[in-house]
């Protein structure tokens, strides 16, 4: 079965509504709430280097994972098109789960099992 789910998004000033397969809504769903978990500080829609090395250290459940430093950030954020003193904005995020997930290691499962399961911890 083919499970629909109404997405909205803004497409210059007009609001369009579109269906999208369900699998499509959860992973949205799930890169939604990473996003807006560690974008904290500030909270302006775009994940820095700071709020990504803190993601990536609270993430890494084996210790094994190599540390996100200021040259493995630039190298990713020329990777997905961002600006490295900006950082990644949704569209960068999910270009390092989709396109080049094999080449980063990411896994948007494991990842959000791991934050939801870090739910009322505060990260300061």
Known sequence: LFACFLSYAI???LLVREC???????????LSYIFKTFD??????????????L??????ITGGGLPLT???WK???????SN?????????????YTTFQHI???????DWNIVKGMEGIRVM
């Open 75 to 81: 190298e990713i954020t020329r990777m997905v098109g």
């Open 104 to 110: 980063l290691g990411t896994n948007l499962d494991r």
């Open 20 to 30: 999208v397969d369900s699998s499509v809504a959860d992973d949205f769903i799930k």
């Open 40 to 53: 904290i500080r500030p909270k302006n829609d775009f994940l820095d280097f700071y709020e990504c090395e």
């Open 11 to 13: 497409s210059g000033d």
């Open 70 to 72: 200021w040259n493995i």
């Open 55 to 60: 993601f990536q250290r609270l993430t890494d």
């Open 84 to 96: 490295e003193r900006i950082g990644l904005d949704m569209v960068s995020l999910n270009k390092t």
